[in-house]
């Protein structure tokens, strides 16, 4: 499985970002994608996930309201729409693979099979 994400860049504080993930390879129909963030010196963190056969989604309470995930399942494809940013939003932003899926583990990144690459989002005061 290959993900390839991108859409970061430098925004100013106050203003919405959407990231993009897509996913190639041999899926399967059981997984789940997810999208977390690592901040210089600090653990990937969980943002956000979805499971692809039936669409749900599962979030990091903190961030729910201002982040969104999505797909696009014709493109294999998430996306997260994050609004409102603020400076401590700074990081390197990952896409990852779970095959199989639990809810338990869902947010955990030790869980994950594949990451993409990252892609920075820099948020400025």
């Known amino acids: 499985v290959q993900l390839q994400a991108s859409g970061g860049g430098l925004v100013q504080a106050g203003g919405s970002l959407r990231l993009s993930c897509a996913a190639s390879g041999r899926t399967g129909n059981n997984y789940a994608l997810g999208w977390f963030r690592q901040a210089p010196g600090e653990e990937r963190a969980f943002i956000a996930a979805i499971r692809w056969s039936t669409g749900s989604t599962t979030y990091e309470n903190s961030l729910k309201g201002r982040f969104t995930i999505s797909r696009e399942r014709d493109k294999n494809t998430i996306h997260l729409q994050m609004s409102s940013l603020k400076p401590d939003d700074t990081a390197v932003y990952y896409c990852?693979?779970?095959?199989?899926?639990?809810?338990?583990?869902?947010?955990?990144?030790?869980?994950?099979?594949?990451w993409g690459q990252g892609t920075q989002v820099t948020v400025s005061s």
């Open positions: 990852g693979y779970k095959g199989g899926v639990i809810s338990s583990t869902i947010g955990s990144p030790n869980m994950y099979d594949y």
